[in-house]
């Protein structure tokens, strides 16, 4: 049995966020692709967006009283854990088809998994958030797996 996860905390497991809809951009890939260093000529010229390019597509525009301590916006899809301090515990994704100008991208994230384990120095508590991304079509266009780790 978990000493820090509750049943009203494990209650979490499967609560999906509302989706978020975002169009991509020809000029929004082109300074994506100058930003991260591209070198290919279809990423610079935006006919493609280049791996990664999704990762802030979905993300909140707060203020910034509105963030945590270390610069992050608060996930309200998250419950309220038992430890705070937030490490990156990997980033899983897989690209069913190339995101191109034009799409109108969808996107819904779940709170997937929660899980304890001891570390050497104490509990440590593993979430995980699968985020399902679409095109206008329906399609699947990637799933990503972020896994964070708390103590």
């Given at each position: 049995?978990?000493?820090?996860?509750?049943?009203?905390?494990?209650?979490?497991?499967?609560?999906?966020?509302?989706?978020?809809?975002?169009?991509?951009?020809?000029?929004?890939?082109?300074?994506?692709?100058?930003?991260?260093?591209?070198?290919?000529?279809?990423?610079?010229?935006?006919?493609?967006?280049?791996?990664?390019?999704h990762v802030s597509l979905f993300w909140d525009v707060v203020e910034m009283d509105q963030?945590?301590?270390?610069?992050?916006?608060?996930?309200?899809?998250?419950?309220?854990?038992?430890?705070?301090?937030?490490?990156?515990?990997?980033?899983?994704?897989?690209?069913?088809?190339?995101?191109?100008?034009?799409?109108?991208?969808?996107?819904?994230?779940?709170?997937?998994?929660?899980?304890?384990?001891?570390?050497?120095?104490?509990?440590?508590?593993?979430?995980?958030?699968?985020?399902?991304?679409?095109?206008?079509?329906g399609e699947k266009v990637l799933t990503e797996i972020t896994t964070r780790i708390l103590?």
């Amino acid at each position: 049995m978990s000493q820090l996860l509750s049943d009203e905390l494990l209650a979490n497991i499967g609560r999906s966020s509302q989706t978020r809809k975002e169009i991509v951009t020809c000029r929004d890939i082109r300074k994506y692709s100058i930003a991260t260093g591209q070198r290919r000529k279809k990423y610079l010229e935006g006919d493609e967006a280049p791996p990664m390019f999704h990762v802030s597509l979905f993300w909140d525009v707060v203020e910034m009283d509105q963030l945590s301590p270390d610069g992050v916006s608060i996930d309200p899809l998250l419950p309220e854990f038992p430890l705070k301090k937030a490490m990156a515990g990997g980033l899983k994704i897989e690209y069913h088809q190339p995101i191109v100008p034009g799409d109108w991208l969808t996107a819904t994230r779940t709170l997937t998994d929660i899980y304890e384990k001891q570390g050497s120095k104490g509990p440590l508590i593993f979430y995980e958030i699968t985020m399902e991304v679409v095109n206008g079509s329906g399609e699947k266009v990637l799933t990503e797996i972020t896994t964070r780790i708390l103590r």
